[in-house]
């Protein structure tokens, strides 16, 4: 036995059965002596009758390696007889029907599946899980002229499994909707189906055509504000971001402010678009922006520094967004000095944002189709418009294999400009580095609504008891 790694223990020996475990998991190179597999089967030639396994749950499409080896072989799926056809069919999850409903426990959701079916894509005929688990099945190949090759290769799924329940599974799939690495944890070990960016966030059509008419600037559900600043040479773009229970978000206005970064004017126009301003719900209640963060990239670091430290009793942060799926959302504000002119004038408060964890957090948040949690608002306004989503739906995410790290996000060629997915990725950090009290927010805006809402019982203090005296107090002291 060997890991993928040791290029000297793949090719030390001859060797007759190779067993490759998890391929999809191998290094790419052994060491700087390239693919292990190739490695390990080239010590096979001394065998006529040697032979060769590999075995993985399947990961991303396009750089598996079973993948690559299934379609090599026979591709031979695990097919089930229909009791009404007779037809053999493999199960798939998309011909299984399902209801659920959606609790909410202590804030959470929890989830109730009932009335679990199969409908044969043949016939249309209703099975239960317990009649097609016990129907005949039979290994059916796609490829069979592979066999002259000596190469046989086998794809199955948890559906056919006597240790999975199609409960569990469909389970397993509400609870990971919305986020795209638990949804890919369920598509590769239990649909058996490779990961891939499937298109199913929607288009600049389909966002355009599902914009609301709000009644008010503020639509009901929102209880925080943040603001999200992108810098450039010759303007500032800015979206206001409205916050509701459950990650359900409301766009409140994107708009830009012409000028240099360094001109005061510019920012005396944000203290009045932005900064100082108040939203109005349909009754005339009012909520400022509650946080803001401004990019301080590009020429102008320093002068976005000094503004920032100038409106510090705003909530105005400097923030610089750094590339990488390892790096945190947010992180604890620094002090980053100011130098205006060669000269040292101070020191502001500073965040550094994992701006790739919140691209996807957008993305995963644009895919949820019904209104409530984590679901994305849009106002049928003009700022609104096509190109503002053209920008938002601007990059995607690509995998590549030369890479360390082979996740990158990239622009898509004709959509150039990012700044409206840049200004929601920085006001949606802005709202987590708030760690706002939204129940408390709700109440307050219910009573000055006049609405009677029920107090919550004050805590009764615990009764303390006398310090034991000790030879030092240090820890007590700390």
């Given amino acids: 036995m060997c890991g993928s790694t040791e290029a000297h223990a793949l090719a030390s020996k001859p060797i007759k059965y190779v067993f490759g475990d998890e391929r999809d998991r191998w290094a790419l190179s052994a060491g700087n002596e390239g693919d292990p597999w190739e490695l390990a ?16 749950t399947p990961t991303i499409k396009g750089a598996s390696a079973i993948e690559s080896s299934y379609y090599e072989g026979t591709q031979e799926r695990w097919k089930s007889r229909c009791p009404g056809c007779g037809k053999y069919h493999e199960i798939k999850f998309s011909d299984i029907r399902f209801d659920y409903e959606e609790i909410i426990v202590a804030g959470k959701k929890t989830y109730k599946v009932y009335n679990i079916t199969y409908h044969c894509p043949s016939c249309g005929y209703i099975s239960t899980e ?74 600049e059509d389909s966002l355009l055509a599902r914009r609301e008419d709000y ?15 992108d810098t450039q040479d010759d303007r500032m773009e800015y979206e206001v971001v409205g916050h509701g229970h459950f990650g359900e ?32 719900f349909s009754d005339d209640i009012g909520l400022k922006v509650s946080l803001s963060f401004c990019d301080e990239g590009g020429h102008f670091t320093q002068n976005v520094r000094e503004q920032c430290r100038d409106r510090i009793g705003k909530k105005v942060f400097a923030i610089k967004g750094y590339a990488g799926l390892d790096i945190p959302y947010t992180a604890p504000p620094k002090k980053q000095k100011i130098f205006i002119h060669g000269r040292n004038i101070g020191d502001c408060w500073w965040y550094k944002l994992g701006v790739d964890s919140g691209k996807q957090i957008i993305m995963d948040n644009l895919r949820v189709q019904t209104p409530g949690p984590k679901y994305c608002h849009f106002p049928k306004r003009d700022d609104y418009g096509a190109t503002y989503f053209q920008g938002l739906l ?67 203090p615990k009764k303390t008891l006398p310090k034991k005296k000790r030879k030092n107090n240090y820890y007590e002291d700390w």
């Avoid at 002259?148 to 397993?172: M, P």
């Fill in 215 to 229: 009644q008010a600037e503020l639509p009901d559900g929102v209880l925080v504000l943040t603001a999200g600043i």
């Fill in 130 to 203: 317990s009649e097609m688990k016990k129907q005949p099945a039979r290994w059916e190949a796609d490829n069979p002229i592979a066999l002259e090759h000596g190469v046989r290769s086998f794809w199955l799924n948890a559906f056919v499994s006597k240790w999975a329940t199609w409960k569990g599974i469909i389970l397993k799939f509400l609870y990971a909707k919305g986020n795209s690495k638990k949804l890919q944890v369920v598509y590769n070990t239990a649909f058996g189906e490779l990961w891939e960016d499937r298109g199913d966030i929607q288009d």
């Fill in 394 to 460: 601007s990059e995607r995410l690509v995998y590549k294999t030369e890479r360390k790290n082979p996740w990158a996000w990239e622009k898509i060629p004709g959509h150039e400009r990012n700044e409206p997915l840049d200004c929601r990725n920085y006001a949606m950090a802005a709202f987590r580095a708030l760690s706002a009290n939204l129940d408390a927010i709700d109440r307050r805006i219910k009573q000055a609504r006049g609405i009677a809402v029920a107090d919550i019982p004050m805590q009764q």
């Fill in 41 to 56: 089967m080239a010590r096979q030639t001394t065998f006529y009758n040697a032979k060769a396994i590999e075995v993985s």
């Fill in 249 to 280: 978000t409301w766009g409140i206005e994107k708009s830009i402010v012409m000028g240099r970064p360094d001109d005061p004017a510019v920012w005396r126009k944000l203290d009045e678009q932005v900064f100082d301003r108040v939203f109005h």
